[in-house]
């Protein structure tokens, strides 16, 4: 089956490889073909180009974009999709005045989520994210992330593994799951639980094939760098990769740990230092901000500007989750990372694209238009330029989202 895209006003992010990820200053450079075709094969991306270039060929069916943008999808590499419930009530705290440690000292927070998730079935759980994951698609999204860690215990985490799993399945975009047992403490014997997730948990998880890699929330008044080490030295054993969450409030040295663990990723880093910078610099783990949860619970926003100066790779991702970050529209996470974080809008775009697809070693199949890649991407409503996405904040400019060459939805 030959699908033709003819008259594309700008098809954004086109790439003859995806050798490596994009560092520093080279992420305002956003390779764009202007009036361009797009021809794709059985799924795949077969060949683009200019339309003056284009020689007669023979395909099942021609559409013309009349001059609209094409784009790839994004790739939202951190989300907490699988959940039981909203907590808009603590939203309503939240804009009493709370703040997020106050609110989950109160009951709310993880333990509140994780009280909720233990009570669902695995089919509630299921039916729940899947209304979820066709949204995210529907807003772009077209290769994702999501992590357990409102279980908190045996067997509910693998409850959540299970959800993920039957997600992988019946959805046609890449998903990969990871294990974050170690999100929150569910009771006063930090010990106990930490051995249940080294000796119950991961070899489970081992077992099943459930996991793609591991996380922790290393935080003050969660898992301390130690705690997080000592998970990370068992996972190892499991063969995950560790992506983790480290300095959201509070830099402790989670970074160090990580990097020395060989993390693929660290997320959060509202609190960076110079020296942590310089880590990341000389370290192939790929640092992730998470604009959304800034946004939301009034917290900084991590310098990004001042880590793409010092020459580092950045990726954006939206931590959907109840609590801390309850959207999931990527293209907002790009508005907020040119108003608020001070990005070029070509520098979210690499971010949110090309550079994330490494973040979730998904590099050889999506992230850009490139032949041989997956044939996930975006028609927009009208004519339009890659700024305008960040520009035209919370504005629906998404027509189509192509997943594997058909139509999502
Ligand atoms: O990435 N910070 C830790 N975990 C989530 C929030 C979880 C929640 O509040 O439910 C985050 O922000
Ligand atoms: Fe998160």
Not at 263 to 278: F, G, K, P, R
């Amino acid at each position: 089956m030959k699908k033709l895209f003819t008259n594309i006003g700008q098809l954004v992010q086109v790439r003859e490889e995806s050798s490596a990820i994009i560092r520093g200053l080279m992420m305002s450079k956003l390779p764009t073909l202007d009036n361009a075709y797009l021809l794709i094969e059985d799924g795949i991306i077969q060949s683009y180009g200019l339309m003056a270039d284009l020689a007669p060929i023979q395909v099942d069916e021609t559409i013309d974009l009349l001059g609209r943008m094409i784009m790839p999808t994004f790739v939202d590499s951190h989300t907490h999709l699988v959940f039981a419930a909203n907590r808009e009530e603590e939203f309503v705290m939240k804009i009493k005045g709370m703040d997020y440690q106050s609110i989950a000292d109160a009951g709310g927070g993880i333990l509140n989520s994780a009280k909720k998730l233990q009570a669902a079935s695995e089919d509630e759980l299921f039916e729940a994210a899947s209304l979820r994951l066709k949204q995210v698609i529907k807003q772009g999204t077209g290769a994702i992330e999501i992590k357990s860690g409102y279980g908190l215990t045996t067997e509910a985490e693998i409850k959540m593994l299970r959800v993920i799993a039957r997600l992988k399945d019946e959805f046609p975009i890449p998903i990969k799951a990871t294990f974050l047992g170690a999100h929150a403490f569910p009771h006063a014997d930090h010990g106990k639980y930490i051995t249940a997730i080294k000796h119950e948990m991961l070899p489970e998880i081992y077992s099943s094939g459930l996991a793609d890699y591991i996380d922790t929330f290393c935080e003050e008044g969660y898992y301390s760098p130690e705690q997080m080490e000592d998970i990370l030295a068992t996972a190892s054993k499991y063969e995950l990769k560790p992506k983790v969450h480290v300095n959201q409030f509070n830099s402790i040295g989670g970074i160090e740990v990580a990097v020395s663990a060989g993390a693929l990723s660290v997320d959060h880093l509202e609190v960076l230092t110079d020296d942590e910078i310089n880590l990341l610099k000389d370290s192939d783990t790929i640092p992730v901000a998470l604009p959304g949860c800034s946004f939301f619970i009034n917290i900084p926003f991590s310098p990004a500007r001042k880590m793409i100066e010092s020459g580092l790779p950045l990726v954006l991702a939206s931590d959907f989750n109840p609590g801390s970050a309850p959207s999931f529209n990527m293209s907002f996470i790009n508005s907020l990372a040119c108003i608020k974080m001070k990005l070029l809008p070509e520098e979210a775009i690499n971010a949110t694209t090309y550079n994330a697809a490494f973040a979730l070693e998904l590099e050889q199949e999506v992230g850009s238009i490139t032949e041989g890649k997956r044939a996930n991407f975006i028609v927009s409503k009208t004519e339009m330029t890659p700024a305008t996405i960040a520009y035209n904040f919370g504005v629906d400019w998404i027509d189509q989202v192509y997943i594997n060459g058909e139509e999502f939805g």
